[in-house]
Structures are given as C-alpha cells and as structure tokens.
C-alpha cells in the first residue's frame, strides 16, 4: 500500500469524531434492563438502599457518555440523564405491558420469566423503549446505537424515532423492519418478516412522514410488506402472510395472499419415488 494511503488513514483518525465505544453504551443500557428485570442476570441487592444507589450511579453513567460524545455537546447532559431516570418507572410499567402481551399471546409461553430471559422479541422491544426515551429528550446518536445493537442479536430493526403503543407483541421477530417514522398502536402483533417501510427512498423525504400508521389490535402475519407514509392499516385488521399493502385499509379489514401451486407430476415422481 502507499504511503499516500497510509496518510489518509492516519488523518482520518486524527479527525475521529469524539464518542464512547459502541460496547460500552450498550453495557449501560443493558444494566439498566438488569436492574428492571433481574431475572435476566440473577443478581440481587441487599436493600433498597444499595438498589437505589446503583439507579444513581448509572444515571452518572449515561451522564458520563452523553458529555463524551460530541454529537451531544449542544444539550444539557444532566438534565437529559436526570429525565431519563424520571421516567424510567412510566417505561417500566410499558415493558410489563409488552411482557404480557407475549405471554399471552404464544401458546408456547410457559411464564412471564421465560418471556423475559429468553425472548428475542423482548429483547429488541426493551433496548427499542430506552433508545426511544432518549431521541425523544433530543439525544443523538446513542439510541441508533442502542437499536442497531438490539438488530445485530436479534434480526429486529426498530428505528428508535418509531412510535409504539402499549402491549406490543413481536413473536419470532426475525426480519422486522419498523421504520423512523411509523406509527404502531395498542395491542398490535407483529410476526417474523414483516417490513413497515417507505414506498421510495430519497434524501429530500428525510422530514416527511415515509412509513405507515397501524392503528390498535392489527395483526400482520409474517413476510408481509407495507408501505408508505400515508398508508393507515385501521384498527382491528389482520394481514395474512406475504402481502404486499401500499394502500391504506378501513378498520377490520381482511387481507389475504392467494397463491397458485402447481405440481408437475413428473416432477413430483422424481422427488417423492412415486411409481406410475
């Protein structure tokens, strides 16, 4: 390589933009989860005192990344971390509600620990509740860091700027995408493959509603795409498996995939040994 390349990389790094490691915010986030649900890790605290004191010193922490990373240099950093521990008991009560839900709603769910330890789709909602809290005190950086960690476990993508009602429901999960700009109600499931997305992609779109409104109690089987900033999916709806919506629906609409198999019988002879 030359030394000209060399130079350029070097200069990069002279120019790095100031922020912590990606591991060390998403080990603050995840304490915090610890904290809420110890069923995750076990540990517990010898009173309240010790739990209260540990609440404190991760609130110092948040402190601590947000006034090390530039991108936040132009808020008030204690007062931002302050008001996220101020509503963490509100998003606290939220979780639980989505806890339930997937209790609820899977028959394979044996209790509410379970969800809790070992669900993907949990994990993805817990880590995409926390970053939203944060982008909506105006925090940059960090809660994109915070929900591309929970995709990077999980196969969910939820833009942390997404707003999500109470009780939601990801079963499986894998191959979500919940765009910046959805809307998602109450009490709506989501299977694996789904995708609320833009109908186009384009720069000039960046503060324009792109993704769509799924108003309370939808269901959307997997593999189903929706799309657009004006397409509403009203309430009480189910979308069956691999459909494809850019239009909007009227409240308990019905919308279902039909597709057309065809079985070559020679064919199915050659794989199946079926005899003439």
């Given at each position: ?65 947000m006034e090390v990373t530039k991108a936040c240099a ?160 009203g309430r009480d709806s189910i979308i069956g498996g691999n459909v494809w919506l ?31």
């Amino acid at each position: 390589m030359s030394q000209e390349f060399y130079q350029q990389i070097f200069n990069k790094q002279q120019n790095l933009e100031a922020v912590p490691s990606n591991k060390e915010i998403t080990k603050w986030a995840l304490q915090v989860i610890h904290l809420l649900y110890p069923e995750q890790t076990g540990k517990v605290f010898a009173d309240v005192e010790a739990l209260k004191a540990e609440f404190t010193l991760l609130e110092n922490e948040l402190f601590h990344i947000m006034e090390v990373t530039k991108a936040c240099a132009d808020g008030n950093n204690k007062k931002r971390a302050s008001r996220f521990f101020e509503q963490l008991p509100l998003l606290y009560q939220v979780l639980n509600t989505d806890i339930q839900a997937i209790f609820n709603g899977d028959p394979a769910a044996r209790s509410e620990f379970e969800v809790v330890r070992t669900y993907p789709g949990f994990f993805a909602i817990s880590l995409y509740r926390l970053a939203h809290s944060l982008y909506m005190d105006d925090v940059p950086l960090i809660p994109r860091i915070l929900t591309e960690y929970a995709h990077s476990k999980t196969g969910i993508d939820i833009h942390p700027a997404a707003q999500i009602g109470e009780y939601f429901y990801i079963d499986h999960g894998t191959g979500i995408v919940i765009g910046e700009s959805c809307k998602i109600g109450n009490h709506v499931k989501l299977y694996q493959g789904v995708t609320l997305g833009a109908l186009s992609v384009d720069k000039s779109m960046a503060n324009t509603k792109r993704h769509p409104t799924v108003e309370d109690n939808v269901v959307i089987y997997s593999g189903s795409t929706i799309l657009g900033g004006e397409t509403v999916i009203g309430r009480d709806s189910i979308i069956g498996g691999n459909v494809w919506l850019t239009k909007s629906l009227p409240p308990n609409s019905r919308v279902y995939h039909t597709p057309n198999h065809r079985i070559l019988t020679s064919l199915s002879r050659r794989l199946f040994g079926r005899k003439k």
